[in-house]
Structure formats: structure tokens, C-alpha cells
């Protein structure tokens, strides 16, 4: 094998044959999905996220979340993403359309997060546990998110509505109080606007399960 | 000059085929041809080197952090995502991309018997490069990542990237358009590949994820068929072309078999470009790609099967020769890791594994199996080799290079190993949704703790080499002195005497 162009070529040529199958034919088949109208209801789905979750989207991504928390849930029956309740349905191509980066992940250090929103949707519990983990999950191996609050003294009018409510080693120094930063507000506001379980056609959720 | 019968010089890498150590005029060409690429190889070893001393000291924090939260945790810029992430593009774009691009260029014009073309040109190409890298794993360290696996690095930092890939990548080619011997030997196909299908892989993942992202998971498709790729169409040749080039060159023997050459390249050319998916089985995706990629995957036995035949079949009756070649010893041990690490991924692909093995510390071992324990490895060979020979000095310290060897192999054996086992049990736990999520989280703990003394292991093995390097260097700049024991500067005929410990 010493004739160089029937090297470049055949080099060429191989790779080409998965940029076409796994790049372009994909891309074709799924690049201009739209959301779904339900027929009854008149609900579109996945609808548009609202301005200040789209901003705590980049914040996640920023900050890295997607190398230890997935955002996918697998069918029923392969593996136990139904069971453990991350999901009440597998999810689709057609849940991701909104999202400007898919961070699907691939590594499960901490939970899967494809419908936290649904599975907490407390904004205190969120601040909390991203304040320090180990208030709210003892033993959690999620390092602390302290550069995402403010640690100040409370002011004239007493304590400020949006102040953590912390207690015993983590509350912080008498006459300071936690206050979220605004990267904060927004991180959570995506976190609860995380849900992926719209009834599609392709994915539909269980009837007795659906309220 | 010995006459070479036709089929001799399909199973030899050209630089070997005439006269050898014998013929004066034949060991002159070599020596030109090393003089030029001294510059650019030496800069590429070099800088490859100070990356990965920043990618070791990222990743046992990143390591440390795992299993220590609180470690560093006050400062935002050293997040555990973002101190791996570091690591990984500084590893894989700083330390082993450069160390490749240094071996592809001495071997290209080696097997191509003729000096490099540009080597001005390449050396101020692959200063922008580290320029590329310091600016993107900055950008990563500030929070700029743009969160896409192997893609990390913002979009201001890959232009110049590519752009000085593309530079260096052209002269290559030149080099190889001017190609005294026409000869092609095995380990060139592999090379001229691994340059080709480079800026094609990178081009389209900057334009479809980064410039004009793509929608919804074509995304992730896409985000597969590159990181996958750039494992397996740039790094994986590259491995092999060192392997086939450095065991016959340092053993002196031909390769077992041509046409098991041949079928190796173009089985591994055709079928793992169509791998990728296989890290979304279970995902978001049509079945049909998923599909295709585990189909594909399963493929790969062809491949790796011929070219364990190949380079294992060569090397057997010549192990003895591994307690006296640095070389050969960190090449062998790349070559049965690469078989390995293909194994694991051929099983992790299929999808009653990979329900097990996805999302846990599996993937990381099988990661670390390829790239380090078979690439890594294999580049840290070649250096073996080619420094010695491009400075014209002899390695300072055998010390040193045992303590290099020993403490690189058991500290990769010490990652793997636990980790691949640790993965599996994860996983099992994960899917048994009776088991609480974090009691997963604390039985991973002590192996994770185990993870950071494998990394200091490894640690060590750098340290080691890089003062080796650092040593050589210094030799330079002193008059060039006959060694007393020859151990590396000889051809395969004259390896002897000092034996390694």
C-alpha cells in the first residue's frame, strides 16, 4: 500500500461516511423539531423558559454542574431512573428543544436532575443545600457553593426576608446573615424550572400516574 | 548496502532499511533529519511536558476534592468541575495533543527520509498553540467552559488553536508530499490519517456546538462523534504508528504481518468513526443511532484484534530485550493496554453493560486505560527514543527512568484496576433503586481515596522524567562526551549492557 493518493482518499472517505450518518443525517432528522400542541388542552410543550431561569442556565453550565448531575432519564425497565423517581417517563429528543447548551451528562456523582423542579420545588431547600450540602443531604460529597451568597451584617431593619434560615454549626456569626447573591436567584430558578415530563405522543406519561 | 527483498520493506519502517547501523552514509541522513526537527520536537516535548505537570497537580486536587468537599472549596475558580475540566483540556490539549504532533513530525520525516520542510514555521505555529491552550484553560478556570465534554475551552481560545493546528498540520503534509523514500510503511498511513481526520473532527464540532450550535441533541451527537474521535482518529493512530514504528526499530525484527497491517488500519478507519453514540445508550436519542454506534463498536474487535496479533506476534521470543530498552518496555506495556482498554470498551458499549457501567467511575477507568495507560505511555516511549537522539546525548540517569517506569505503571495499575471494579459496583447499586443515593456516594469514598495515592504515584513518575529531561538538557550545553554504557543513542544491534532495574 505505497500509493499516497489512494491513501488520502480512502482516509477521506471513511470518515466521511459517519459525518454524514451521525452528524448531518441527525441533524436532519431532529435539527428543526418543534414543541408539541396537545390536541385537547391546547398546551404547548416543552414551552419557552422564562427569562431569569435562561439566565441561571448559564450559570449551571458555568459552574460546571453537568460533570457530576445527568440530565436524562432512561426507559422504564433499563436501568432504575423510573424507580428511583427522577423521571415518570424516559425522556425524548423533543424535552431538550429550549435549552441553548444540552447538558445531558454522562457522569451520576450526585442525582439526576431532569425534573428537579418537580422533585423540589422549595427555593429555600435549593439555597440551602447549595449553601453548604451537608445541611440538607449529610454526606454528600457536592463541595459547598458559599461564593454564590453573601455573608453580611443584618442591617437596621431587622433580619431581610430572603436571609437562609441556618441553624447550629452553619448559621453564621451573631448579627450576619446569608443572603442569596443574584446568580443564586437565578441558578435556582432554573433548577425549579427543570421539568421534562410533558405527555407526548412519543413519550407518553402513564395515565394513572398523570394528574 | 544489504540489498532489502521486497517484502522486507513492507514489514520495516523505511529508516531501517538500508545498511543500518553500518552505513555511514545512511546514519548521516538520519542525523540531518534529526538536526531539523530538534527545534520544533524539542519545543513540542517541552511545552507538552509543563502541561502535564499543571494537568497532574489539577487532577489529584480535583482527585483530593472528591472526596474531601471542603478542600480549597472558598475558592470559586477551583470548583471540583472546573479543576477537572482543567485538567482534562490541559492534559489532552497541552500535554498529549503536542507530544503526538512532536512524535507525528520525527516520525513522519524519519519514515519519509527527509529533513522537516518548515521547522520555523512550525515552532512559532506551535508557540500561538500554547498561547491557545493558556487562554482556554484560563477562560475554563474563570467560568467560561462552555460545559461540552473534551470542547471545553471558550470560543475565543479555539480559533488560534486551529489555526496553529492547521499550520503545523499543512508542513506535515508537505513533508510527507516530498517524501524521499517512496516507500510507505504502516506506521505513515496511521500518521497521515491522524492529520487528516484532526481539523476535520475539531472544525466541525467548533462549528456545529460552538459558532452555529446546533439544536436540541443534535448537540449531543454531535458533542460524541468528536470526543470519541479525537480519542480513537488522533490519538489512537498515532499510539499504534509509534508502536509499529519503535518495537521492530528497537527489537530489530520486521513486523509480523503485512496484511494484518492492512486490514487493521482500514478496519479501525472504517469502523470506529461510527462509535460515538455508544455513549448515549439508554439517552435521548433515535435507537438507530445508538444502534449503529453498538454495532460499530462490537466492529472494533476486528481492528484491535489484528493489531494485538501484530504488535504481541512481533515482540514474541524478545521479551528480554524490555529490561534493557526503556523504550520497548513503555511501548509493550502501551500495546497490551491498548488491547485492553478496547476490550472494555467493545464490552461497556453493549447495551446490558452499559446500563451498569454509564453515568459511574467506570467510564473514568476506561478513560484513563486508554489514554494513559496505552497512549501516555506509548508517547513516553517515543521520548525514550527520539530525545536522545535529536539532543545527540545520552539519558543522565537509568535511576531515574526506573523510577519513571515503575512509579507511571503501578500508579496507572492502581487507578484502573479499583476504579473499573468500583465503577461496576456503583453502578450496580445505582440501579437498585432500593439503595439509598447516598449511601452510593459513601461507599465510593474509600476508593476514591485510594484514586488520590494512585495520582500521587503518578506524580512521582512524572517528577522523575521531567528532571531526567530537564538533566539532558543541561548535557546540551556541554561538550558532547562519549558515553560509557551505550544504551540508547546505538541502533537495535548495539542495545546492551546496563541493565535497568
Known sequence: MSYGPLLFLGILFTLATSWVGLVLLPHRQMGALGQHTDTNTAAVYPAARAGEAQQGAEHYRSLGCVYCHTQQVRPEGYGSDIERGWGRRRTVSRDYIQDKTVMLGTMRTGPDLTNIGERQADAAWHYRHLYNPQITSPGSIMPPHGFLFDIRAIGQAGRSTNALVLEGTFAPPAGQEVIPTRRAEQLVAYLRSLKSSGDLPEAPVKKEEAK | ?501
Open chain 2, 1 to 501: 548496502m544489504i540489498k532489502q527483498s521486497q517484502t522486507l520493506r513492507a514489514l520495516l519502517p523505511g529508516d531501517a532499511l538500508t545498511g543500518g547501523g553500518t552505513d555511514v552514509g545512511n546514519k548521516a541522513a538520519l542525523s540531518e533529519i534529526d538536526a531539523s526537527c530538534r527545534v520544533p520536537v524539542l519545543f513540542f516535548f517541552l511545552s507538552g511536558l509543563a502541561w502535564l505537570l499543571a494537568g497532574t497537580v489539577l487532577a489529584l486536587v480535583a482527585s483530593i476534592k472528591l472526596h474531601t468537599p471542603g478542600f480549597l472549596a472558598s475558592w470559586e475558580w477551583l470548583t471540583f468541575s472546573n479543576v477537572r475540566t482543567a485538567h482534562l483540556n490541559t492534559v489532552i490539549y497541552g500535554f498529549a495533543s503536542q507530544i503526538s504532533v512532536g512524535v507525528t513530525i520525527w516520525l513522519m520525516c524519519r519514515l519519509c527520509r527527509i529533513p522537516l520542510v518548515a521547522p520555523g514555521l512550525i515552532t512559532v505555529a506551535n508557540l500561538f498553540y500554547n498561547i491557545g491552550v493558556t487562554v482556554g484553560v484560563g477562560g475554563i478556570l474563570i467560568g467560561d467552559s462552555t460545559a461540552i465534554e473534551w470542547l471545553e475551552m471558550p470560543r475565543y481560545a479555539t480559533p488560534i488553536l486551529f489555526i496553529s493546528y492547521a499550520l503545523i498540520a499543512v508542513w506535515t503534509i508537505v513533508t510527507f508530499r516530498l517524501r524521499a523514500e517512496r516507500h510507505l510503511y504502516v506506521s505513515q498511513w496511521y500518521l497521515l490519517a491522524a492529520v487528516l481526520w484532526f481539523p476535520w473532527l475539531y472544525g466541525t464540532a467548533q462549528v456545529m456546538l460552538l459558532i452555529e450550535p446546533v439544536r436540541g441533541v443534535v448537540q449531543a451527537s454531535v458533542n460524541w462523534w468528536f470526543a470519541h474521535n479525537v480519542l480513537g482518529l488522533w490519538f489512537t493512530p498515532i499510539g499504534l504508528a509509534s508502536i509499529y514504528y519503535f518495537i521492530p526499530k528497537v527489537i530489530g525484527r520486521p513486523i509480523h504481518s503485512y496484511y494484518l497491517s492492512v486490514l487493521g488500519f482500514w478496519s479501525l478507519a472504517l469502523f470506529y468513526n461510527w462509535n460515538g453514540m455508544h455513549h448515549l445508550v439508554g439517552g435521548p436519542l433515535p435507537s438507530w443511532m445508538i444502534t449503529v454506534s453498538i454495532v460499530a463498536s462490537v466492529m472494533m474487535l476486528i481492528p484491535v484484534i489484528t493489531v494485538a496479533i501484530n504488535h504481541h506476534f512481533t515482540m514474541l521470543g524478545h521479551f528480554g530485550k524490555l529490561k534493557y530498552s526503556p523504550t520497548l518496555r513503555f511501548m509493550v506495556f502501551g500495546a497490551v493496554s491498548y488491547t485492553l482498554a478496547s476490550l472494555q470498551g467493545v464490552a461497556s458499549a453493549l447495551r446490558s453493560v452499559s446500563e451498569v457501567t454509564h453515568f459511574t467511575h467506570h467510564t473514568i477507568a476506561h478513560a484513563h486505560l486508554g489514554m494513559y495507560a496505552f497512549f501516555t505511555m506509548v508517547m513516553f516511549g517515543a521520548m525514550y527514543y527520539i530525545l536522545p537522539r535529536i539532543t545527540q546525548r545520552e539519558w543522565p540517569s537509568n535511576g531515574l527512568i526506573s523510577l519513571h517506569f515503575w512509579g507511571v505503571a503501578l500508579g496507572i495499575a492502581l487507578y484502573v484496576v479499583p476504579m473499573s471494579i468500583m465503577g461496576f459496583i456503583q453502578g450496580t447499586m445505582l440501579n437498585d433503586a432500593a439503595v439509598r443515593f447516598l449511601d452510593v456516594v459513601q461507599f465510593t469514598l474509600p476508593w476514591l481515596k485510594l484514586r488520590t495515592l494512585a495520582g500521587l504515584l503518578l506524580a512521582a513518575g512524572h517528577g522523575a522524567f521531567v528532571i531526567n529531561v530537564g538533566w539532558l538538557l543541561v548535557r546540551m550545553f556541554e561538550p558532547y562526551r562519549k558515553p560509557v554504557v551505550r544504551i540508547l543513542t546505538g541502533e537495535a544491534e548495539t542495545v546492551a549492557a546496563a541493565k535497568l532495574p
